[in-house]
C-alpha cells in the first residue's frame, strides 16, 4: 500500500456539524416559496450536492437566483451562530498538520462561509488548499474538485485519504483514484455499513476522528 501523505476534508457534516443550520435554510426556503415545510429526510437525502442542483429540482417553476438568494440570505444571518465542530476534529486536524502531512478541504460550501467556518475555531493556518465550488466547473462526484486539490498539493491520487459524510465525498474521491474515508457521524449516511452502500461502499468507515491515525499507520 503507498504511503499516505495528504488528508482531504469535507466540509459540511465532516467537520462542522452544519447539519441544524443547513436544514434550517431548507426550511425557511420552503416556507417562503412553496408555503410548507419538507420531510427532513427528503433534506437530509441532498447533503453534498451543489446547492444550485437541488435548488432547480426542488423549485424548477422558480427563478434560480431567487431561490438562492432566500437560502442563502437565512445562511449569512444565521450561520455563524448555528455551526460547532465535530468533537475531536480540530485535534485531528492540528495532530495530522504536527505530523507534517498535507491537509485540504473540498468542499460544495461557497468560499465565504467555508472560511467564515475555519476561521471561527482558528483552522484555516492547518489547511494547505482550499477548493470550493469556484475553483470548479464540475462539482462531486465528479473527480475534478479532489484532482485540483492534488495538484495544488503536489500529491498523487494514491498517496491521498478523503474524508466525507456523503455519497458525493466517497464517489468524488473514488472517482479521482484516492481512497474514501466515511465519518460514521454523517447524518445523511447515518448507521450504514459497507454491506448496507454495496457498490459505493467508502474504502473505510470511522466512529471516532482519531481511528484516522490506524488507516494512516497501516499504510506505511
Same mark, same amino acid.
Given at each position: 500500500?503507498?504511503?499516505?501523505?495528504?488528508?482531504?476534508?469535507?466540509?459540511?457534516?465532516?467537520?462542522?456539524?452544519?447539519?441544524?443550520?443547513?436544514?434550517?435554510?431548507?426550511?425557511?426556503?420552503?416556507?417562503?416559496?412553496?408555503?410548507?415545510?419538507?420531510?427532513?429526510?427528503?433534506?437530509?437525502?441532498?447533503?453534498?450536492?451543489?446547492?444550485?442542483?437541488?435548488?432547480?429540482?426542488?423549485?424548477?417553476?422558480?427563478?434560480?437566483?431567487?431561490?438562492?438568494?432566500?437560502?442563502?440570505?437565512?445562511?449569512?444571518?444565521?450561520?455563524?451562530?448555528?455551526?460547532?465542530?465535530?468533537?475531536?476534529?480540530?485535534?485531528?486536524?492540528?495532530?495530522?498538520?504536527?505530523?507534517?502531512?498535507?491537509?485540504?478541504?473540498?468542499?460544495?460550501?461557497?468560499?465565504?462561509?467555508?472560511?467564515?467556518?475555519?476561521? @471561527?475555531?482558528?483552522?484555516?493556518?492547518?489547511?494547505?488548499?482550499?477548493?470550493?465550488?469556484?475553483?470548479?466547473?464540475?462539482? @462531486?462526484?465528479?473527480?475534478?474538485?479532489?484532482?485540483?486539490?492534488?495538484?495544488?498539493?503536489?500529491?498523487?491520487?494514491?498517496?491521498?485519504?478523503?474524508?466525507?459524510?456523503?455519497?458525493?465525498?466517497?464517489?468524488?474521491?473514488?472517482?479521482?483514484?484516492?481512497?474514501?474515508?466515511?465519518?460514521?457521524?454523517?447524518?445523511?449516511?447515518?448507521?450504514?455499513? @459497507?454491506?448496507?452502500?454495496?457498490?459505493?461502499?467508502?474504502?473505510?468507515?470511522?466512529?471516532?476522528?482519531?481511528?484516522?491515525?490506524?488507516?494512516?499507520?497501516?499504510?506505511?
Amino acid at each position: 500500500m503507498q504511503k499516505i501523505d495528504t488528508i482531504l476534508f469535507d466540509f459540511d457534516g465532516t467537520i462542522m456539524d452544519t447539519n441544524n443550520v443547513i436544514l434550517m435554510s431548507w426550511q425557511h426556503t420552503f416556507r417562503t416559496l412553496a408555503n410548507r415545510e419538507e420531510d427532513e429526510a427528503v433534506l437530509t437525502a441532498t447533503f453534498g450536492e451543489p446547492l444550485e442542483i437541488t435548488m432547480r429540482r426542488f423549485f424548477p417553476d422558480r427563478q434560480l437566483e431567487e431561490s438562492i438568494e432566500v437560502y442563502r440570505q437565512f445562511q449569512r444571518d444565521n450561520f455563524s451562530r448555528l455551526i460547532t465542530l465535530f468533537p475531536g476534529m480540530k485535534e485531528l486536524i492540528v495532530t495530522l498538520k504536527d505530523r507534517g502531512y498535507k491537509v485540504g478541504l473540498v468542499t460544495s460550501r461557497l468560499y465565504q462561509t467555508s472560511m467564515e467556518g475555519l476561521e @471561527k475555531y482558528k483552522l484555516t493556518k492547518y489547511f494547505d488548499a482550499i477548493v470550493t465550488p469556484e475553483d470548479t466547473t464540475k462539482h @462531486k462526484p465528479d473527480p475534478e474538485p479532489v484532482n485540483i486539490a492534488l495538484q495544488k498539493l503536489g500529491t498523487r491520487p494514491e498517496q491521498a485519504v478523503m474524508l466525507g459524510d456523503t455519497l458525493f465525498d466517497i464517489l468524488c474521491a473514488r472517482n479521482a483514484g484516492v481512497r474514501s474515508v466515511l465519518v460514521a457521524w454523517s447524518l445523511a449516511l447515518a448507521g450504514k455499513t @459497507k454491506a448496507d452502500l454495496g457498490k459505493d461502499a467508502p474504502d473505510h468507515i470511522i466512529h471516532k476522528p482519531e481511528e484516522l491515525f490506524a488507516i494512516l499507520e497501516s499504510a506505511e
